[in-house]
């Protein structure tokens, strides 16, 4: 292979970057970002994050995105503020304003008060502005020319959602949620709830699955250590592929054992549990990849790492 091909190809480098994505910037242009500087051959998210939404956007490297999909479906965190009087076409202050109701004095109070009420499995109705499909469609491009469709609702469960501030017209909460919860709609529904009408004006993801208080790197922090240290310095911010995957039981493979499983084939683990998936490792080599237990007990390959991750 020629060096202009392998420069095309990029590096092959394995590993989660918890990205602190920035207003006003699309989740695949922070994803497009990140792979530019590290020079990766293969990146992928986990999960948009709307343009207007900061924090927590986990990219994940080269063998790291064969267990995207459990960050995916992990639970998520988030602080948001909700703007009490006016409701947006998006449900956020990027939309114009469809509707203004007066905020009486103890509205954001109420707010408060009904917070309980949205703990536990929530209906929730998903937004037109979304990346849902209709019919093959994008929910928003339909949205854009001004089309409305019906939507299914689905069931959620926000898991705590507690107050951090409020003032008479706006309310700043935590919350924390199932995957495939729209933090716009819980607002506006809150809102609703409380005889008002709202919309997002800040959005920040905090936490994604494991990563809860995990050091979180800027695009500009990013440059800056690139400028200084190269990819050496970008390398060492990386996590390591199975810290995605901590709350999955752990078992350990000899030599032998672990030659098959890499080859397909189901194996023998007395240590296993008795169901569900498993991380697996094999001895003096790290990280090799998830499995499933299987109703014999033996241990299926499910998703599998063509390198050994660090």
């Not at 956020?92 to 917070?115: H, K, M, N, S």
Request: some cysteine.
């Amino acid at each position: 292979m020629s060096r202009r091909n392998a420069r095309r190809k990029g590096r092959a480098i394995d590993g989660i970057l918890l990205l602190d994505k920035a207003a006003g910037l699309s989740s695949n242009a922070a994803l497009q970002g990140v792979k530019r500087l590290y020079g990766a051959a293969k990146a992928g998210h986990t999960g948009n994050l709307d343009p207007l939404a900061t924090g927590m956007l986990p990219v994940c490297l080269g063998n790291a995105t064969k267990v995207s999909a459990f960050l995916l479906d992990a639970d998520k965190r988030y602080r948001v503020t909700l703007a009490l009087g006016e409701r947006t076409a998006t449900g956020d202050a990027e939309g114009e304003v469809i509707e203004r109701l007066p905020v009486a004095d103890d509205t954001a109070a109420r707010v408060e008060q009904l917070l309980p009420d949205f703990v536990g499995d929530v209906s929730q109705v998903p937004p037109m502005y979304s990346a849902l499909k209709h019919k093959g469609e994008r929910l928003y491009r339909l949205a854009r020319q001004g089309l409305e469709v019906e939507r299914e609702a689905r069931s959620i469960t926000i898991h705590d959602l507690s107050l951090v501030q409020r003032t008479e017209t706006r309310v700043t909460l935590d919350v924390h949620c199932s995957k495939g919860t729209y933090v716009r709609v819980l607002a506006e529904d809150l809102a609703a709830a409380a005889d008002s009408c709202g919309h997002v004006v800040e959005l920040r993801r905090v936490g994604v699955g494991p990563y809860q208080t995990q050091r979180m790197w800027t695009q500009e922090e990013l440059e800056q250590v690139a400028e200084r240290d190269s990819v050496a310095g970008l390398d060492r911010l990386l996590l390591s592929v199975d810290s995605a995957l901590e709350q999955w039981p752990a078992v350990e493979l000899g030599r032998d054992t672990a030659f098959y499983l890499r080859r397909g084939n189901p194996v023998l683990v007395p240590t296993a549990p008795a169901n569900g998936w498993v991380r697996v490792y094999e001895a003096q080599r790290g990280f090799i990849g998830m499995g499933e237990v299987l109703d014999d007990g033996r241990v299926a390959p499910r998703r599998m790492m063509s390198a050994v991750s660090g």
